[in-house]
């Protein structure tokens, strides 16, 4: 019986794609030329190389030879860009021919057919010929010939891919791209309930994944592609544990590089001790000299983060949190500082409403901004008396603080979620320039948040899942199974510092208290960590899966006891300041260093003054400094009032 003709789609195609062999005796790298191609087979795409003549006995070589002591291979940065506008170059018949395993042996290299289903990875390499090298690993741990793309063509190829992969960047290794089936349905679900976007996500999925930054937040912010895969699945081996680098066929074997530390503790952490808050700030008055200067910032600071500040005094202290004014100013010296403040405010604001709707139409970027800033405020807080309404003047302060920032910081601009944080500022201050300036400060700590390239916030991730692995490693095991060890369920809490995960009124209250910067930077992380925490419980005991986690921590919106997380926070900090076995990546992750020289601060010292405090922060940061060693931070009183 005569075989059916198999139907495929022919969806990318390019010449002069050379498939190296390495021939190691001779110290030769054999080239064979050919063509790549993306082609569908009833509906299965599959990458085929295949030269240029069929019988590759016959196919002419190029070969390379190296010299002694070339080879290695050079970091390359590489992205590998977002899924464009398709189009299927032709559609044939033809008939069905036996397929070419992946792997051959070695050589007997001629035409190769890989299901995109079974790539596993990809990475980008560069060797010292300067040629650019695209090197396959199979799901079996098995490496393809390296792939030189001699008439370019590489980008477009991985575009082409993405129209039935994800290629997410591996953290071990910033050449390597591991490969991700789409699931298009459950990222559509996912998004729908984790409500980032204000409309319905049936037609978001794609624009996501062409532009995440642009798309998330339409509703938030720059939210990357990292929703899987953008963590290192620990309970998983990778393929490419098990290759020796003689068995590559690499022209020369990659560096070993050490990737990512196991983050577990040697010895047990040790109990957690029980935390409880303190009295908020309600005496500012003691704290002030004769000429207004304050006399003790520290132990302020330490107020604040164990009980906050009475609301009364909120307008006046947040100023010295959010540097508008310095704490050892006096009171003659701050109005002079206000004046100057409100002169310059006001340029700035000046500048922007000058623009005429001419020039507007010319400078698309402030056209924008302005467009940007207007929808956003419109749906900023408006359960708040402050503002509610559509002639609510609170709306308008909103909307001009905004517009004169992006004046003030044009190159980063507006960028949506920023309303979230200019909005508790304006009702504590209720004064536009205050909060203008109050929201300066404010951005100099998140800014990083806001930048598109995302780093700061793959990074604060990637640190949460560091001390998530010390904190519970079963939790995150489970996670990882769950293929949610992105912690990509976070990410909202991270970008606004949980604006949008308690009431407006705790919201006061914990930002005070991560203004400080106490007990560390990333405190933040740590009321992370012990939400997660609280929760494992209902995640591992329910069995959630990828989209009900996302769906389960969605809803934890305005459930979460603010005490109770700031004390579970700090009692993991002390736990883990009390093991004397603490990893090295935890201890960056809390900034545990110690001066090399007992000499320069003494642990029971008390800055008086901004100049120290600057001084000494600046000492913390030199690299000379050694890890932390079991004992007392010392940027953390041990004792709390």
Same mark, same amino acid.
């Given at each position: ?427 504590? !201050?209720?004064?536009?320039? %205050?909060? =203008?300036?109050? /929201?300066?400060?404010?951005?100099? *700590?998140?800014? $990083?948040?806001? &930048? ?63 203004? !400080?910067?106490?007990?560390? %930077?990333? =405190?933040?992380? /740590?009321?992370?960590?012990?939400? *997660?925490?609280? $929760?494992?419980? &209902? ?73 120290? /405090? ?28």
């Amino acid at each position: 019986m005569e075989a059916k003709p198999e139907s495929h789609k022919l969806i990318f195609e390019k010449e002069g794609v050379y498939l190296h062999t390495n021939a190691k005796r001779s110290n030769q790298d054999t080239a064979i030329p050919g063509f790549i191609r993306i082609v569908e087979r009833d509906g299965e795409p599959a990458m085929e190389w295949s030269p240029v003549e069929e019988d590759v006995r016959n196919a002419p070589a190029v070969f390379y030879t190296k010299k002694d002591g070339e080879g290695g291979e050079e970091e390359t940065k590489f992205d590998p860009g977002y899924e464009p506008d398709w189009a299927v170059i032709s559609t044939v018949k033809q008939e069905r021919r036996q397929e070419h395993p992946p792997v051959r042996e070695k050589g007997q290299w001629g035409s190769f057919s890989l299901p995109l289903s079974e790539l596993y990875s990809l990475r980008r390499a560069r060797f010292s010929l300067g040629r650019n090298f695209l090197v396959l690993t199979t799901r079996g741990g098995d490496p393809l010939p390296p792939l030189h793309f001699q008439r370019g063509g590489a980008r477009e190829l991985l575009k082409a891919m993405q129209r039935y992969i994800r290629l997410a960047p591996s953290p071990m290794d910033g050449r390597l791209f591991l490969a991700y089936p789409h699931d298009s349905g459950a990222l559509s679900q996912s998004f729908d309930e984790l409500h980032l976007f204000d409309e319905t996500s049936a037609d978001l999925v794609s624009r996501f994944i062409q532009d995440p930054y642009a798309t998330t937040f339409g509703g938030f912010s720059k939210v990357t592609n990292f929703f899987r895969g953008a963590l290192p699945h620990t309970h998983q081996e990778s393929p490419l544990s098990n290759r020796s680098p003689q068995d590559a066929h690499c022209p020369h074997p990659a560096d070993e590089e050490p990737g990512f530390e196991l983050i577990t503790c040697g010895a047990e952490l040790g109990p957690r001790p029980q935390v409880k808050r303190g009295k908020p700030l309600d005496n500012w008055d003691q704290f002030l000299d004769p000429e207004g200067r304050v006399t003790d910032p520290q132990k302020v600071k330490e107020l604040v983060f164990r009980g906050g500040i009475v609301p009364s005094l909120r307008r006046e202290v947040w100023k010295f949190l959010l540097g508008f004014y310095p704490w050892n100013s006096t009171t003659k010296e701050r109005e002079d500082i206000l004046r100057v403040k409100t002169d310059e405010y006001f340029r700035m604001k000046v500048q922007w409403k000058s623009v005429s709707e001419e020039q507007e139409m010319r400078n698309s970027l402030f056209r924008g901004y302005r467009s940007l800033i207007e929808r956003d405020v419109n749906r900023t807080d408006r359960h708040n008396s402050f503002f509610s309404g559509n002639e609510n003047p609170g709306l308008a302060l909103l909307h001009d603080v905004l517009m004169t920032y992006c004046m003030y910081n044009f190159d980063l601009g507006y960028v949506q979620g920023m309303s979230d944080l200019l909005s508790p500022l304006l009702f504590v !201050t209720q004064n536009e320039v %205050e909060s =203008f300036w109050c /929201l300066t400060g404010f951005m100099d *700590l998140v800014h $990083q948040n806001f &930048e598109e390239s995302q780093e700061a916030m793959k990074q604060q991730l990637l640190q949460l899942s560091v001390l998530l692995r010390a904190l519970d490693p079963e939790l995150c095991d489970y996670l990882d199974s769950q293929d949610s060890g992105s912690l990509c369920f976070c990410f909202r809490w991270l970008l606004i510092w949980f604006k949008r995960e308690f009431s407006f009124e705790d919201i006061l209250s914990l930002w005070e208290v991560l203004w !400080t910067r106490l007990p560390c %930077e990333n =405190f933040h992380l /740590l009321m992370a960590s012990s939400i *997660l925490e609280s $929760q494992k419980e &209902e995640l591992i005991g329910s069995n959630h899966d990828f989209n009900s986690i996302l769906k389960h921590i969605n809803e934890l919106t305005m459930k979460l006891d603010l005490q109770s997380v700031l004390c579970g926070a700090e009692a993991i900090y002390l736990q883990l300041t009390h093991c004397k076995e603490l990893p090295s990546k935890v201890q960056e992750v809390l900034g545990l260093r110690v001066p090399c020289s007992s000499s320069d601060e003494s642990p029971n010292s008390e800055p008086k003054e901004t100049d120290t /405090l600057l001084a000494q922060s600046e000492a913390r940061g030199v690299s000379s400094c050694q890890p932390f060693n079991g004992q007392t931070p010392q940027r953390i009183p041990p004792t709390y009032p």
